[in-house]
């Protein structure tokens, strides 16, 4: 499976939506599943799903589906070359 269809995954099963919710328009906060129990859910998700560790100061970086692809990218998650 690939990086971004592990990441979207992540979404799906952290967060417990439909996969077709999933995409660049969602932030934290504008959908109900995506609330503070929702996001630690989702930070532990992407831990384990991508055997990264993520520091405070990044989980408050970590806002929307793009800036989780950033995010990840830093932390050298390939989703362009995989």
Do not use: C, P
């Amino acid at each position: 499976m690939k990086n971004i269809e592990k990441y979207k995954n992540a979404f799906v099963e952290a967060l417990e939506i439909e996969e077709d919710e999933v995409g660049e328009g969602l932030v934290l906060g504008e959908t109900s599943e995506w609330d503070s129990l929702g996001h630690m859910i989702l930070i532990s998700t992407m831990e384990e799903t991508f055997d990264v560790s993520l520091d405070a100061e990044w989980m408050s970086e970590f806002d929307s589906y793009q800036s989780g692809l950033k995010l990840l990218d830093r932390l050298g998650v390939d989703f362009v070359n995989e």
